[in-house]
T-cell receptor, first 116, second 114 residues
Framework: GAVVSQHPSWVICKSGTSVKIECRSLDFQATTMFWYRQFPKQSLMLMATSNEGSKATYEQGVEKDKFLINHASLTLSTLTVTSAHPEDSSFYIC????????????FGAGTRLSVL | GENVEQHPSTLSVQEGDSAVIKCTYSDSASNYFPWYKQELGKRPQLIIDIRSNVGEKKDQRIAVTLNKTAKHFSLHITETQPEDSAVYFCAASKVDTGRRALTFGSGTRLQVQP
């Protein structure tokens, strides 16, 4: 299967700082990547759809200025949590859609963000 | 938009028994229904998927059925084993047009008792 690498896996930061999370498709090109947020014992909630070379599409209620998404290449999308606050603490997971594999989405390992 | 409901939220079975998890979706245009298994603190792993032109798909001990008319689909695990214990999520999307993002169900925590 395809491999999606997400980095870092765990980050602790102070309130007010910004954190960047990277999502890479290692062995395939992904024109579309997705960013999800998952609270403990809950489902994955879509935050935004990241399209290579264009602006991300954000879900209702997700602040685009708070969660900056950049999809500069066919293998890399980044999510930057700006001016993080404790309520931003969560598990963030990306996925990449492999068009050549019948559009199956492959997930990264996730990033656990803890904001102090 | 799409809404996916999943039941039950928790399921405990004895090793060797079968487990069934059910999902319903709201958008009749959805045409792709994957199932993911997620172990604690790990990434969701695709275990099986089905498209709207198929009513049933099987892969060893795992099967998925789809009823387009009723807009529901189910995951069936036979001869369960302790390593099947995890959280299972169903999802729905439109893979070729429109909203390609997955809408997930709320998850089912499966516990297989040895």
């Amino acid at each position: 299967g395809a491999v999606v690498s997400q980095h870092p896996s765990w980050v602790i930061c102070k309130s007010g700082t910004s954190v960047k999370i990277e999502c890479r498709s290692l062995d395939f090109q992904a024109t579309t990547m997705f960013w999800y947020r998952q609270f403990p014992k809950q489902s994955l909630m879509l935050m935004a759809t990241s399209n290579e070379g264009s602006k991300a599409t954000y879900e209702q209620g997700v602040e685009k200025d708070k969660f900056l998404i950049n999809h500069a290449s066919l293998t890399l999308s980044t999510l930057t949590v700006t001016s993080a606050h404790p309520e931003d603490s969560s598990f963030y997971i990306c996925s990449a859609r492999w068009q050549s594999a019948k559009n199956i989405q492959y997930f990264g390992a996730g990033t656990r963000l803890s904001v102090l | 938009g799409e809404n996916v409901e999943q039941h039950p939220s928790t399921l405990s079975v004895q090793e060797g028994d079968s487990a069934v998890i059910k999902c319903t979706y709201s958008d009749s245009a959805s045409n792709y229904f994957p199932w993911y298994k997620q172990e604690l603190g790990k990434r969701p792993q695709l275990i099986i998927d089905i498209r709207s032109n198929v009513g049933e798909k099987k892969d060893q001990r795992i099967a998925v059925t789809l009823n387009k008319t009723a807009k529901h689909f189910s995951l069936h695990i036979t001869e369960t084993q302790p390593e099947d214990s995890a959280v299972y999520f169903c999802a729905a999307s439109k893979v070729d047009t429109g909203r390609r993002a997955l809408t997930f169900g709320s998850g089912t925590r499966l516990q297989v008792q040895p």
